[in-house]
């Protein structure tokens, strides 16, 4: 199968932590993350979320918009707001191209908060799951419907956070709820992504490639920390750079067909993980484990 390899902007800037929200500039992100040899990068807060904007800018430098991170409130506010409230998100999407959104329902989220533990986060019990995944069902066939596909991020401090969290996801909702395959949440929530891979490749339309310190993975896990505080000290890493097994990963993938971005997201403290340098890296550890999985590669698309 051919896949497409792009990058998140947050090796560039990180949106949630404020002396860092603009380390670089668009057109440094930009032009940098062209000059890598990567075909697409998602949206950040470095943007401008206008499509008339947003399209030359990305044009000049022969970059797609793979997609774009909503926050949703599913759980808040049920399906009729929710997609009102994601519309404007959706119709952006469309005009740039794009086939898919980036959805996590935050509702209650604790992931922002510097000072939360994370073990401390919302949780759906378990007679919760079948009204929620018809809920979300129903939600992401009204994006279906309008023409953009609903990837699901997992996400540390949200209601689906854990491997268990996916399997409930996947076990109660219909097929137009695609899964965000992220295996740096998956570790740090205490997973194991290549397992979580193996169970649910073929749900897979998404991907994102954020390797692990194993170091910092186990402080963070022993001593719970907040999330923040486990970026802010390392504990992801661009792929092929840490201790995940993506050449697993990548061939369960493989496998069952998958043909969509490859995407490098690694948060990291910019002032010590040089971004061009780190983007650099995983592209190149990127390629070489895609190709070593089976995937042909397409470099050089520019529509999403």
């Not at 399209?55 to 409130?73: E, K, M, N, V, Y």
Request: proline content about 4%; overall charge negative; glycine content about 10%.
């Amino acid at each position: 199968m051919t896949v497409r390899i792009g990058i998140n902007p947050n090796t560039w800037a990180l949106d949630d932590i404020a002396e860092l929200r603009y380390f670089s500039t668009p057109e440094e992100c930009l032009s940098q993350a062209s000059a890598c040899g990567y075909a697409g990068m998602e949206m950040g807060g470095l943007f401008s979320r206008d499509a008339g904007e947003l399209a030359p800018q990305f044009a000049r430098h022969d970059l797609a918009l793979i997609s774009a991170w909503h926050d949703g409130r599913l759980l808040d506010f049920g399906v009729e707001e929710e997609f009102a409230r994601t519309l404007p998100h959706l119709e952006m999407l469309k005009q740039m191209g794009c086939s898919s959104i980036i959805y996590a329902d935050c509702s209650s989220e604790s992931f922002s908060n510097t000072l939360s533990p994370m073990s401390h986060r919302p949780r759906l019990f378990h007679d919760d799951w079948p009204a929620y995944g018809a809920t979300l069902t129903a939600l992401a066939d009204r994006m279906a419907e309008f023409g953009i596909g609903m990837a699901y991020h997992p996400h540390i401090g949200t209601i689906i956070e854990s491997d268990g969290d996916v399997d409930c996801l996947m076990a109660h909702t219909g097929r137009s709820v695609g899964l965000l395959l992220d295996t740096g949440h998956s570790i740090l929530a205490g997973g194991d992504p290549v397992a979580l891979t193996a169970r649910h490749a073929e749900r897979v339309v998404h991907f994102h490639g954020k390797d692990a310190r194993a170091d910092v993975l186990r402080r963070a896990l022993q001593e719970d920390w907040s999330f923040l505080h486990a970026v802010m000290e390392g504990v992801f890493t661009v792929p092929g750079d840490g201790s995940i097994d993506f050449d697993t990963i990548l061939r369960h993938l493989a496998r069952a067909g998958y043909a969509g971005w490859l995407v490098v997201e690694a948060e990291q403290d910019l002032r010590i993980a040089d971004p061009l340098t780190y983007a650099e890296m995983g592209f190149g550890n990127l390629v070489r484990l895609a190709v070593r999985a089976g995937f042909s590669l397409h470099l050089t698309e520019t529509v999403g």
